[in-house]
């Protein structure tokens, strides 16, 4: 760590089913809403030119598409909960996960307990949040998880002082 590097805040968590569970609407990365919602709109289409022009099977293929697309939307975030635990015990022999996330001057560092291994992001990575219950949860550009459990957020004045530190230093999202 660099000499200029203050800590800021800290926080504490066991990523657990209840906290991923909470997270869940949240996991997929955003391309995957926008090509449902494509997806769906041009399935639709084909249902309505289908039965417009009176050539059903393109109905009926249209609407095997809907089905199908509505199941994997429904399902999709009970499956990445799955893959994350599944991951993490052939990784690491244990399904949850134990972190330490600390903000600092110039970067977050995220210290899993698990391995002891450490990642280390800049704040300019951070391209979204969920604010849930119990969490801050940030995701980078490349959508890897960083899950702050708000209860163990340290310093005077956790919450709002979190905020607007995250709000100064992360300028690709707004926490509010």
């Known amino acids: ?3 200029h590097t203050h800590e800021q805040f800290r926080s504490e968590i066991n990523i657990s089913h209840n906290i991923l569970n909470e997270l869940k609407r949240y996991l997929a990365p955003p391309y995957m809403k926008n090509l449902y919602i494509i997806s769906m709109v041009a399935s639709s ?3 309505i030119m289908g ?4 050539k059903y099977i393109y109905a009926i293929i249209g609407l095997m598409i809907v089905a199908v697309l ?6 999709q975030p009970k499956i990445l909960v799955k893959r994350f635990f599944d991951r993490n015990l052939e ?5 949850e996960i134990s972190q330490s996330v600390s903000f600092f001057d110039d970067m977050i560092t995220v210290t899993t307990a698990n391995t002891g291994g450490t990642l280390k992001f800049s704040y300019e990575s951070i391209a979204r949040y969920a604010n849930t219950m119990s969490t801050y949860s940030f995701f980078t550009k490349s959508n890897i998880l960083i899950v702050i459990d708000k209860l ?4 005077e004045g956790k919450e709002e002082g979190f905020i607007q530190f995250i709000n100064e230093k992360c300028i690709n999202i707004k926490i509010k």
């Open 70 to 75: 509505t199941t994997v939307y429904i399902r």
């Open 1 to 3: 760590m660099d000499k």
């Open 91 to 95: 990784a690491i022999g244990t399904a």
């Open 51 to 54: 039965t417009i022009e009176g």
């Open 152 to 155: 163990t957020l340290t310093e």
């Open 45 to 47: 289409i084909l249902i």
